[in-house]
């Protein structure tokens, strides 16, 4: 679905993908292609082949090796320079590069593209999602965000008493939204001290809210492995945050907290729970699997994560994040804050992606972003048709006006946002297989498919008018 989203808006995208062995090729390559629109198609500009090797890319990644800051990468002299020839064209200056990774891509969603690149260009890079999604249905004035910081005892120390304080200053600051609401979730430990941090910086008012840790939830066994519960809650971290929320939706789930990489698989490393904190040896492990439950549970549309200083497996959270932008139809930030001490990376990445209008991306290296082109100021979409498997058609617009069911807070209840996220990726599974293979999936399938969809939207606003006391 990517290359729809090529089509339907003028981008200029630097495509990157595996060349499988065939024919003469006896080993795994790398296919570079800059593309942009001329005279209304898409057109490839430039294009290399390079070896991963290039990229400083192993044909397997050995665990110990993805700790801390990880492999070495790098992007090779070729592709800077065919990079800056070919954007230094008129029409082409100073234009957002939009990263294309060409599934399956193996290895190329750990490298630091951004890092790498945006020294080199100094033009916003962001990555552009393999799927189109409307806006999502949410409240546009108001905007909740859960904070998560966990620093379990078995790993590297980090600032967990002022740090998640500047994050809260900075979101607050950045939103441009009329209420901005934090929920901020920590280790008991550094429960009083939080507290006391809030209060020197003005305390805990209307918009902050820190929640004390419960000790409800029984802490899961010690294990190395990453645990995916395929489909319930497991981590009593998760379960707090969903509990303590009572009902109530949120917006954005952003965590501070170290990677972890095991089995080619990316996790956020927690403490044995919110209350206890005691093993030395081996942090407890949340996986894509069990982090999408989670997303859809509290009905979020947009997920975060923020790498602390001295981050135990720095791959490990960036390859979570780059999953989990596969998986679901999220706007997804990753940002490391060791690049960005002031935290203005982060208010800019957070004035982007939840503005209610188009605005322009940031410029740095300390950050990677999916979102959908429509996000961006002064891209425009095309008025070609879709090409005819996108015909069969999916339907892109949310029928649920959440607006009018919020209440005077501009909170809605979690079931209906986690039932609106629900169809939302029903509706993207099933866009997948028909532009996957057009003939697979019927007509007539489709719209029953898409009928029964609209009649669980139709259920779900009714039931939140009936139990706001409004017409049903």
């Given at each position: 679905?990517a290359?729809i989203l090529?089509?339907?808006?003028d981008?200029?995208?630097?495509?990157?993908?595996l060349?499988?062995?065939?024919g003469e090729?006896?080993h795994?390559?790398?296919?570079?292609?800059?593309?942009?629109?001329?005279?209304g198609?898409?057109?490839?500009?430039?294009r290399?082949?390079?070896?991963?090797?290039?990229?400083g890319?192993?044909?397997?990644?050995?665990?110990?090796?993805?700790?801390y800051?990880?492999?070495?990468?790098?992007?090779?002299?070729?592709?800077?320079?065919?990079l800056?020839?070919?954007?230094?064209?008129?029409?082409?200056?100073?234009?957002?590069?939009?990263?294309?990774?060409?599934?399956?891509?193996?290895?190329?969603?750990?490298?630091?593209w951004?890092?790498?690149?945006?020294?080199?260009?100094?033009?916003?890079?962001?990555?552009?999602?393999?799927?189109?999604?409307?806006?999502?249905?949410?409240?546009?004035?108001?905007?909740?965000?859960?904070?998560?910081?966990?620093?379990?005892?078995?790993?590297?120390?980090?600032?967990?008493v002022?740090?998640?304080?500047?994050?809260?200053?900075?979101?607050?600051?950045?939103?441009?939204?009329?209420?901005?609401?934090?929920?901020?979730?920590?280790?008991?430990?550094?429960?009083?001290s939080?507290?006391?941090?809030?209060?020197?910086?003005?305390?805990?008012?209307?918009?902050?809210?820190?929640?004390?840790?419960?000790?409800?939830?029984?802490?899961?066994?010690?294990s190395?492995?990453?645990?995916d519960?395929?489909?319930?809650?497991?981590?009593?971290?998760?379960?707090?945050m969903?509990?303590?929320?009572?009902?109530?939706?949120?917006?954005?789930?952003?965590?501070?907290?170290?990677?972890?990489f095991?089995?080619?698989?990316?996790?956020l490393?927690?403490?044995?729970?919110?209350?206890?904190?005691?093993?030395?040896?081996i942090?407890r492990?949340?996986?894509?699997?069990?982090?999408?439950?989670?997303?859809?549970?509290?009905?979020?549309?947009?997920?975060a994560?923020?790498?602390p200083?001295?981050?135990f497996?720095?791959?490990?959270?960036?390859m979570?994040?780059d999953?989990?932008?596969?998986?679901?139809?999220?706007?997804i930030?990753?940002?490391?804050?060791?690049?960005?001490l002031?935290?203005?990376?982060?208010?800019?990445?957070?004035?982007?992606l939840?503005?209610?209008?188009?605005v322009?991306p940031p410029?740095?290296?300390?950050?990677?972003?999916?979102?959908?082109?429509?996000?961006?100021?002064?891209?425009e979409?095309?008025?070609?048709?879709?090409?005819?498997?996108?015909?069969?058609?999916?339907?892109v617009?949310?029928?649920i006006?959440v607006?009018?069911?919020?209440?005077?807070?501009?909170?809605?209840?979690n079931?209906?946002?986690a039932?609106?996220?629900f169809?939302?990726?029903?509706?993207?599974?099933?866009?997948?297989?028909v532009?996957?293979?057009?003939?697979?999936?019927?007509?007539?399938?489709?719209q029953?498919?898409?009928?029964?969809?609209?009649?669980?939207q139709?259920?779900?606003?009714?039931?939140?008018?009936?139990?706001?006391?409004?017409?049903?």
């Open positions: 679905m290359e090529k089509r339907q808006y981008l200029v995208v630097l495509k990157l993908g060349a499988l062995p065939s090729r006896t795994v390559g790398v296919r570079c292609e800059i593309e942009a629109k001329v005279a198609e898409l057109t490839t500009l430039a290399c082949d390079l070896a991963p090797d290039d990229f890319i192993p044909s397997r990644l050995d665990p110990r090796q993805t700790r800051s990880g492999y070495e990468f790098k992007v090779p002299a070729e592709l800077v320079a065919m800056q020839t070919t954007l230094s064209e008129t029409d082409l200056v100073g234009r957002p590069l939009w990263l294309h990774l060409v599934a399956p891509y193996g290895y190329l969603g750990v490298v630091p951004e890092r790498l690149l945006v020294p080199q260009l100094h033009i916003p890079i962001l990555r552009l999602p393999d799927f189109i999604v409307p806006p999502p249905a949410e409240v546009r004035t108001t905007l909740d965000v859960v904070l998560c910081c966990s620093m379990p005892a078995a790993k590297e120390s980090f600032d967990v002022d740090q998640p304080p500047r994050m809260v200053d900075r979101i607050r600051e950045a939103a441009p939204r009329r209420r901005v609401k934090v929920h901020v979730f920590a280790d008991a430990v550094f429960y009083g939080l507290q006391s941090t809030f209060s020197s910086r003005g305390g805990l008012d209307a918009g902050v809210v820190l929640y004390e840790p419960s000790d409800a939830y029984s802490v899961p066994e010690r190395s492995r990453i645990t519960a395929g489909g319930w809650l497991v981590s009593p971290w998760l379960l707090w969903r509990d303590a929320l009572k009902g109530r939706s949120v917006d954005v789930v952003h965590f501070l907290c170290h990677g972890y095991a089995n080619d698989r990316g996790a490393a927690f403490s044995e729970s919110p209350t206890r904190n005691e093993d030395s040896r942090a492990f949340v996986g894509t699997g069990e982090l999408d439950t989670f997303v859809t549970q509290i009905g979020a549309w947009s997920c994560f923020s790498s200083r001295r981050n497996s720095e791959m490990g959270l960036r979570l994040a999953t989990l932008a596969q998986l679901r139809p999220l706007s930030l990753h940002h490391e804050t060791e690049l960005d002031d935290g203005s990376v982060l208010r800019d990445a957070y004035r982007f939840y503005a209610t209008e188009p322009s410029v740095s290296p300390a950050a990677f972003i999916y979102c959908q082109p429509y996000r961006v100021s002064q891209v979409a095309s008025l070609e048709p879709r090409p005819r498997s996108a015909e069969i058609a999916v339907p617009t949310a029928s006006n607006e009018e069911l919020s209440d005077e807070t501009g909170a809605i209840p079931w209906l946002a039932g609106e996220r169809v939302e990726q029903q509706r993207l599974d099933l866009k997948r297989a532009d996957l293979n057009p003939s697979s999936v019927s007509r007539s399938t489709t029953t498919v898409n009928s029964t969809l609209e009649q669980m139709a259920i779900l606003a009714h039931s939140a008018r009936t139990r706001k006391g409004g017409p049903s």
